[in-house]
């Protein structure tokens, strides 16, 4: 879960829209059994037409920044899916971004 945390955080904080202090919002609650986990950012956001399918595919980069590596995302994906959990993802351009997290 930590290193699930540390990427989310620290993508929301890498892909800030320039000038806007970066938002983070974290939220956690129990739906029908199941734990659900969301983070939400106000950063550059995607065109989820342009990436959907490839958002959690290793060494896919969707912004020019030099320290993107393409391997965050990845791994968010695979721990979550390795605790039996599922990740969904919504975004817009310059909007923000939120991953709702779901176990059972």
């Keep these: 879960m930590e290193?699930?945390?540390l990427n989310l955080i620290t993508n929301a904080i890498k892909y800030a829209?320039?000038?806007v202090l970066p938002k983070i919002n974290i939220a956690s609650k129990i739906v029908a059994g199941e734990q659900i986990l969301v983070f939400?950012?106000?950063g550059l956001g995607f065109d989820m037409k342009e990436v959907a399918g490839k958002i959690f595919n290793?060494?896919?980069r969707f912004h020019s920044t030099k320290?993107?590596?393409g391997v965050g995302l990845y791994l968010v994906h695979s721990h979550i899916t390795e605790m039996g959990?599922?990740?969904a993802?919504?975004?817009a351009v310059n909007e923000g971004t939120t991953f709702t997290i779901t176990f059972k």
Excluded: A, E, F, R
């Design 89 to 91: 993802v919504t975004s």
């Design 58 to 60: 290793l060494n896919q």
């Design 85 to 87: 959990g599922k990740i």
């Design 3 to 5: 290193s699930i945390y």
């Design 40 to 42: 939400s950012d106000n």
């Design 17 to 19: 829209k320039p000038d």
């Design 67 to 69: 320290d993107s590596k």
